[in-house]
């Protein structure tokens, strides 16, 4: 069964920087997958942040792209996130997922179960 | 960017009721449509891939349909937990869109 699993500061500062890992198991970082980033602020929708494949190959929201990047770490079997000049607007709940390729585009199939994520003074 | 369009963005129903949301497309997607539901503090969990094929797991009451830009979530017989809020997602291009989700309640 794959599992992920997000962690990382609960608490960030405005203009701080993000960091978030996600732990993946039962599957390899390095198989032909892609590994995804979703965040939802409180109370709002889903918004795809970026996903990175291994040897990584990124895609990132035009949106976040210039604050963004995406990693993986074989070794360790995760992959991370780190978001820089953070707002209030970046508060929000960040979710980690594995994306399979089928015939009609990526499937989001497994997911974190989340970590919320508050910018604050 | 393609914008994904659910409505409703709320319904409540019966237990056994037939439910249908609707997901509409800025542009053809032609089948790379995906559905979620969320409920309260979880992280979404898909119900069907390729506009119409059911995950693995994902009981056989969840349908889904359509091609291009217009696209149906059915849920055949509602049962108590599928309680929930509902998101479309295309992956035709990036980035990536979800729709607003539409919010179903048990009347």
């Known amino acids: 069964q794959v599992q992920l699993q997000e962690s990382g500061p609960g608490l960030v500062k405005p203009s701080g920087t993000l960091s978030l890992t996600c732990a993946v198991s039962g599957a390899s970082i390095s198989s032909t997958n892609w590994w995804i980033w979703v965040r939802q602020p409180p109370g709002r929708g889903l918004e795809w942040i970026g996903e990175?494949?291994?040897?990584?190959?990124?895609i990132y929201n035009p949106s976040l792209k210039n604050r963004l990047t995406l990693s993986v770490d074989e070794s360790k079997n995760q992959f991370s996130l780190k978001l820089t000049s953070l707002t209030a607007a970046d508060t929000a709940m960040y979710f980690c997922a594995r994306g399979a390729y089928g015939d009609y585009g990526l499937i989001f199939d497994y997911w974190g179960q989340g970590t919320l994520v508050t910018v604050s003074s | 960017d393609i914008q994904m369009t659910q409505s409703p963005s709320s319904l409540s129903a019966f237990v056994g009721d037939r439910v249908t949301i609707t997901c509409r497309a800025s542009q053809s997607i032609t089948s790379y449509l995906n559905w979620f539901q969320q409920k309260p503090g979880k992280a979404p969990r898909l119900l069907i891939y390729a506009a119409s094929s059911l995950q693995s797991g994902v009981p056989s009451r969840f349908s889904g349909s359509g091609s291009g830009t217009d696209f149906t979530l059915t849920i055949s017989s509602l049962e108590p937990e599928d309680f929930g809020i509902y998101y479309c997602?295309?992956?035709?291009?990036?980035?990536?869109?979800f729709g607003q989700g539409t919010k179903v309640e048990m009347k």
């Open positions: 990175i494949y291994r040897g990584g190959g990124t």
């Open positions: 997602q295309q992956t035709y291009s990036t980035p990536r869109t």
